[in-house]
């Protein structure tokens, strides 16, 4: 596994396979460290741009991944850099493919997430449940975030899908109140693609790179977020800085 610049930021992502990532996690679990993955895409970039706070978070994440085209795009025409993505999806697959440690899902709808926990239980993966709970403040994150803490019982790998940049401010929480062992992943919609809630791609579209142009079509709602971050992700990256 390398490590690449992709941002004017200086962030740093992990280029690999998920597999290989998700080892690494296992083996800060078995080390007994903590660890935080953020799935890098640039919606996160340019709301860090605009909050110093949830930048500095972010650069103190354990591990970076790319999980967004607009990243490797730019990577390609800035740097002449091939950067392997590494999606909350592909994370959250390989965490129940290893067999040591329990998952846990955070966020979603309760619907979607006891649906995901019942396909990754059948799928072999030792499952504890997990919580889908409305916070409208931070200090009822950080409240929740205490509560899942402390009621673990052993290291684990938790997927937090709450949407960035809240899911990213639940794990540090998380993290800071419990006395186990955790490796959180930030992962998006990853709950609502293994229940089955949301369509994932074909394969060919992914392959292509065209994944966004799917989630377009199947959620009309994510226009506006992506056209605003998008666009703004390459001038910034691409455009001014060659």
Known sequence: MRTRVVTSAKLEVLSGSAASTVQRLASCLQRGESAHVVTLNPEIFVHAQEDADYLALIREATIRTCDGVGL???????DRERIRRITGVDLLNAAIAQKEHPVLFIGATTQSREAAEVIAARRGARVIEGESVLCKSQVELEGWARRVGERLSEPAFAFVALGAPKQDWFIRSLLASCSLPIAAVGCGGAIDYLSGQASL?????????????????????RGKRMFRALPRFLISEVLLRR
């Open 201 to 221: 791609a074909p394969t060919g579209i992914r392959r292509l790179g065209l994944e966004w142009a799917f989630r377009l079509m199947m959620e009309p709602s």
């Open 72 to 78: 490797q795009v730019a990577a390609a025409l800035r």
